[in-house]
């Protein structure tokens, strides 16, 4: 039953991890973000259940006040003063949706085969974890293809977030018992970044009129 659970949220943090990438509303991108890092919490929580390890919830408390409460915040307090739809990226809204889908769909099923060479332990090639890992491996390359992809501030700071926590997820399932002051550094430092990223973004809108971040090496001038 447990195991259920834990492969459902995995399944819904993959989704929820695409459809922050292609939507192109800014805001429902950011409604998107939200309810990914709330099942990322969930995760953790359930995770923390199973294993009786007390250490975790203090962690899922960590996650929910930064990644479901405060980053969601800076991203709407920017998303609302810039326009809606995201600037124009690099690739076409129904060509990046088919990759992307292809690319979730191709890469969980490769990241489950191979985990026994990713994370060579018994624990990690058992379900719920298998399914667990592989689901934090795809949305770390989700992130890396929206950083690849776009060229708007928000998807930027989509990108890094998904990132982080496909780390997050990596860590959870190899190193649940990580100390209290190294995954709060890690939280704490993946907040700073949104928001400097998002404050020099909120410049360039105001110089340039455009939310395009390859605008970013202009300001020198």
Avoid at 75 to 101: C, N, Q, T
Avoid at 156 to 174: D, F, K, P, R
Wanted: charge should be positive.
């Amino acid at each position: 039953m447990e195991g259920n659970i834990l492969l459902t949220l995995s399944l819904a943090i993959l989704l929820t991890s695409l459809l922050a990438v292609e939507t192109r509303n800014l805001r429902t991108t950011t409604i998107f973000y939200l309810i990914h890092s709330l099942f990322l919490f969930l995760i953790i929580i359930s995770y923390a259940y199973i294993r009786e390890n007390p250490t975790l919830y203090l962690w899922g408390l960590t996650c929910f006040i930064t990644k479901v409460v405060i980053i969601p915040l800076i991203i709407w307090h920017y998303v609302k003063r810039v326009p809606k739809i995201e600037y124009r990226p690099f690739i076409g809204f129904a060509v990046s949706l088919f990759i992307i889908a292809v690319l979730t769909l191709s890469l969980f099923n490769l990241f489950q085969r191979v985990i026994d060479f990713l994370a060579p332990t018994v624990e990690s090639t058992q379900e719920p974890i298998r399914s667990l890992l592989a689901s934090a491996f795809t949305v770390f390359m989700i992130g890396l293809y929206s950083l690849i992809s776009r060229k708007d501030a928000v998807k930027t700071v989509i990108g890094i977030a998904l990132l982080e926590n496909g780390v997050h997820l990596v860590l959870l399932s190899l190193v649940p018992n990580l100390s209290e002051t190294t995954m709060i550094g890690i939280l704490t430092n993946v907040t700073v970044i949104v928001f400097i990223l998002l404050y020099l973004s909120r410049t360039i809108y105001e110089v340039f009129g455009s939310t395009d971040t390859t605008k970013l090496s202009e300001l020198k001038y």
